[in-house]
């Protein structure tokens, strides 16, 4: 039972334009919501959180949004760099942490 | 950042025998350690948690008999896979964490174990 699911395993976009990565979720009663990024072989690090009370979290360039009615939540990045390019996961934690496949994100110069 | 180290890298083992990997956080004193296994092309699934001084809770499907978890200190977490298997070759990944709610998990760069 695939609770959290990233159902675009690729995503490609110019350098500047905005890269917008996209998560559902199913169960309801996840209280936070995280996205990490992951480089080849590194481990994922942390980007930006959101707790399930609130609708809108931004970092820097990088934003979060949570519908809780569509159980969806996405990431923007304006604007998209290089550097940026790297698998990115969603995450849902109620208690611990389940997290979605992944989508690898290539900016293009 | 807080910084976790993962030893091996990378394993290749011979069917039977036994894999023990390391996880330390370098800065910091976890309370909490998590290890994660993950598939090609699929996400990361937690296997058990550890807190410092107790037993692993192992998740469901876990067999703790073959995946050995050791929170030794507030530093170090060794995984063991134990007569391992060519169905046990994957990515192992730990993380560390400072309080037990596990919001804030530092990861490490992960373990290639293939089994032959």
């Known amino acids: 039972d695939q609770q959290v699911k990233q159902n675009s395993p690729s995503l490609s976009v110019q350098e500047g334009r905005i890269s917008i990565l996209n998560c559902d979720y199913t169960n309801s009663m996840f209280d936070y919501f995280l996205w990490y990024k992951k480089y080849p072989a590194e481990g994922p690090t942390f980007l930006i959180s959101i707790s399930s009370i609130k609708d809108k979290n931004e970092d820097g360039r990088f934003t979060v949004f949570l519908n809780k009615s569509a159980k969806h939540l996405s990431l923007h990045i304006v604007p998209s760099q290089p550097g940026d390019s790297a698998v990115y996961f969603c995450?849902?934690?109620?208690?611990?942490?389940?997290f979605g496949q992944g989508t690898t994100l290539q900016v293009k110069p | 950042g807080a910084v976790v180290s993962q030893h091996p890298s990378r394993v290749i083992c011979k069917s039977g025998t036994s894999v023990k990997i390391e996880c330390r956080s370098l800065?910091?004193?976890?309370?909490?350690m998590f290890w994660y296994r993950q598939f090609p092309k699929q996400s990361l699934m937690l296997m058990a948690t550890s807190n410092e001084g107790s037993k692993a809770t192992y998740e469901q499907g876990v067999e703790k008999d073959k995946f050995l978890i050791n929170h030794a200190s507030l530093t170090l977490s060794t995984l063991t896979v134990t007569s391992a298997h060519p169905e046990d070759s994957s990515f192992y990944i730990c993380s560390a964490s400072v309080g037990r709610g596990g919001l804030e998990q530092y990861f490490g760069p992960g373990t290639r174990l293939t089994v032959t």
């Open positions: 995450a849902a934690r109620r208690g611990k942490l389940i």
């Open positions: 800065d910091f004193q976890a309370t909490t």
